[in-house]
């Protein structure tokens, strides 16, 4: 069984906006915190945003302000909303389980989706 599955990459403009969402398996939600990675071509894979059990959001400094995670516990699904998005946020995104936010360190995590690969240009 999947237990992570995301959707919603492609290409956007420079200063677009974009949202992807991660579909979890059910009771998930609420026992594990979801966070939101990307590795571009030729780096090692960062955290971006990760909501925790208790519904405690973290975000790293490139992320905070442009970026949204939520949950909508009713469909077992996490949110990714990126806003004025920059060429420097393309890469492949993928979504994550662990037992806690932490530092965003995807050391932490436990499980992986499939990624979505997101560009940005003009």
């Known amino acids: 069984q999947v237990e992570l599955e995301e959707s919603g990459g492609g290409w956007v403009q420079t200063g677009g906006s974009l949202t992807l969402s991660c579909k979890v398996s059910e009771f998930i939600l609420g026992s594990s915190a979801i966070g939101w990675f990307r590795q571009a071509p030729g780096k090692e894979r960062e955290g971006v945003a990760c909501i925790n059990s208790n519904g405690a959001e973290v975000y790293t400094d490139r992320a905070r302000g442009r970026f949204v995670i939520s949950e909508d516990k009713s469909k077992n699904t996490v949110y990714l909303q990126m806003n004025s998005l920059e060429p420097e946020d393309t890469a492949e995104y993928f979504c994550?389980?662990?037992?806690?936010?932490?530092?965003?360190?995807?050391?932490?995590?436990?499980?992986w989706s499939q990624g979505t690969l997101v560009t940005v240009s003009s």
């Open positions: 994550a389980r662990g037992s806690y936010c932490g530092i965003l360190s995807h050391r932490d995590m436990k499980a």
